[in-house]
């Protein structure tokens, strides 16, 4: 009788522990591996860190592809333009620089500035989306499109700080060219991860 129940008690626990989940659910391995890709792909930019930052919250969009992930970095880059040539608009419209008009002229020239670069990344962003299959000549076409346009932006941005070289130390020049640096810092990352990318497509 005891060997009986003994066998019976075994059996019971082989049971219940072979119904007990083992390892790591498939959809959080796959979440984990989205955005390790995302962090080993940042790793081509001159800003690591904050590439990764500003995109890890696409990680279930972007997966582990490299067109989405580009596509992603250069929407973040337009967004953060946009933002920025906003800002200087309403600098040129509420401040009075009555008495400096170099900061008036360098407020001009930067508000041209970004909104050429809005122009240039929604162009790219537009090339993107309509983006055929990698490796065809139609891709390094608009792949090449897309440098250029993303290339021509960050021009543009670092001229907006140029333009303020000659321009008196002060919270309003401070301001601008902080704010542009971040915008520039999120252009030279989509634009490398385009050029990843584009890379990758005429292997």
């Known amino acids: 009788m005891r060997t009986l129940l003994f066998f019976l008690f075994i059996a019971t626990l082989i049971?219940?522990?072979d119904s007990i989940p083992t390892g790591i659910p498939d959809?959080?391995?796959?979440?984990?591996?989205?955005?390790?890709?995302?962090?080993?792909?940042?790793n081509a930019t001159l800003y690591p860190d904050l590439c990764y930052t500003s995109l890890a919250g696409y990680a279930n969009a972007i997966q582990q592809d490299p067109g989405r992930l580009a596509r992603a970095a250069v929407s973040v880059s337009l967004k953060k333009a946009h933002h920025m040539a906003e800002y200087v608009s309403n600098l040129t419209r509420d401040a009075?620089?009555?008495?400096?008009?170099r900061a008036a002229s360098a407020l001009h020239d930067c508000f041209s500035n970004f909104g050429d670069a809005v122009d240039e990344i929604r162009g790219s962003l537009k090339q993107m989306r309509q983006a055929v299959s990698p490796g065809s000549e139609s891709f390094r076409f608009q792949m090449s499109n897309v440098q250029t346009w993303m290339s021509a932006a960050l021009t543009d941005e670092e001229t907006c700080t140029d333009g303020f070289e000659d321009v008196a130390d002060g919270q309003m020049k401070s301001d601008v060219c902080d704010r542009s640096e971040e915008v520039k810092k999120a252009t030279s990352n989509?634009?490398?991860?385009?050029?990843?990318?584009?890379?990758?497509?005429?292997?």
């Open 15 to 17: 049971f219940y522990t």
């Open 96 to 101: 009075d620089y009555g008495s400096d008009p």
């Open 190 to 203: 989509a634009l490398a991860l385009v050029n990843s990318y584009a890379e990758k497509g005429v292997q």
């Open 27 to 42: 959809d959080l391995t796959t979440a984990s591996d989205n955005i390790d890709f995302i962090r080993t792909s940042c």
